[in-house]
């Protein structure tokens, strides 16, 4: 029945694509140039950057500055600076590279959706008068993944590691990090347009007010739902509809990190159930500075 129904919907988008086949690829062309200009350079950098590092040890480094694991502190920062579903990257490679444990990267993955910090005070600032605002969202979503992080923190004896440097070249290593960085970059980019599409043709044929309008928008796809958000001239009610979803994080991020995590024993609800709790976190801290 479920196949049925995915099935059904599918063929009414297509449908409804190809009557609308001219104004769509004009907006697949203008939402490719903002994933281009927008997303794709930090995203190529950082993860490329970050399977360098792992390559090189970097674990192994902070470990013994540290006399006790450094994954958790690597991912937390590597997700802080370079936005989701970075997090979701990191631990399933730490994970593969068997330098964490399942169980620890079934509680890395609850509280490492951190927002790109630079998106924020960036793009997102250009949509408020009140210019401290993005400040103000930004800390509000890093504190509420802080407390997630020690809600659900327990003491976990540190697994034995073997440390095994990269016997590759360095141009080996970067070739590899870069093919690498491109694959995830073409999936996050084709699950993102995927729901984009969907969510542009779903608020074509509804008649909607400016709220639905705008939340249907950023279900599916966040970054179209922020973005409308500029229709709205209340600061704290645009930046509360920021944070929710910057929070959750759209079927699109969703999904992506679905399909990032489908062939571990990380599991997906762990992800999600601690997004509604970064929601609620995020929203009262937000209230609670503004």
């Known amino acids: 029945m479920i196949k049925n129904s995915i099935l059904l919907f599918l063929i009414v988008i297509t449908s409804l694509t190809i009557l609308n086949a001219s104004l769509l690829t004009k907006e697949i062309v203008t939402y490719t140039n903002l994933f281009i200009t927008k997303l794709f350079p930090s995203n190529f950098l950082f993860f490329t950057l970050s399977s360098l590092l792992i390559n090189y040890n970097i674990i192994e480094k902070i470990s013994k500055l540290l006399h006790h694991n450094g994954s958790t502190l690597f991912v937390t920062i590597m997700s802080l600076i370079s936005g989701y579903p970075s997090g979701s990257i990191y631990i399933k490679k730490l994970l593969n590279e068997n330098l964490i444990t399942t169980k620890k990267a079934n509680y890395l993955i609850k509280f490492t959706h951190f927002p790109n910090p630079i998106f924020i005070l960036g793009s997102v600032s250009l949509l408020f008068k009140n210019k401290i605002f993005p400040t103000k969202i930004l800390l509000s979503l890093i504190l509420s993944n802080f407390i997630i992080a020690l809600i659900f923190y327990r003491k976990e004896k540190d697994k034995e590691i073997i440390y095994k440097t990269s016997k590759n070249s360095f141009s080996k290593n970067l070739t590899n990090a870069i093919t690498s960085s491109f694959k995830v970059i073409i999936t996050i980019y084709g699950i993102s347009l995927f729901f984009f599409i969907i969510g542009k043709i779903i608020t074509l044929y509804l008649n909607l007010e400016?709220?639905?309008?705008?939340?249907?928008?950023?279900?599916?796809?966040?970054?179209?739902?922020?973005?409308?958000?500029?229709?709205?001239?209340?600061?704290?009610?645009?930046?509360?509809?920021?944070?929710?979803?910057?929070?959750?994080?759209?079927?699109?991020?969703?999904?992506?990190?679905?399909?990032?995590?489908?062939?571990?024993?990380?599991?997906?609800?762990?992800?999600?159930?601690?997004?509604?709790?970064?929601l609620l976190f995020a929203t009262i801290i937000f209230l609670w500075i503004v």
């Open 210 to 278: 400016i709220i639905p309008y705008i939340l249907i928008s950023g279900i599916f796809d966040l970054t179209n739902g922020i973005f409308k958000t500029s229709l709205i001239t209340n600061d704290i009610l645009k930046a509360i509809i920021i944070i929710i979803f910057f929070s959750l994080g759209g079927i699109s991020v969703n999904m992506q990190i679905k399909s990032i995590i489908s062939d571990t024993n990380i599991k997906y609800k762990n992800f999600f159930l601690a997004r509604l709790l970064q």
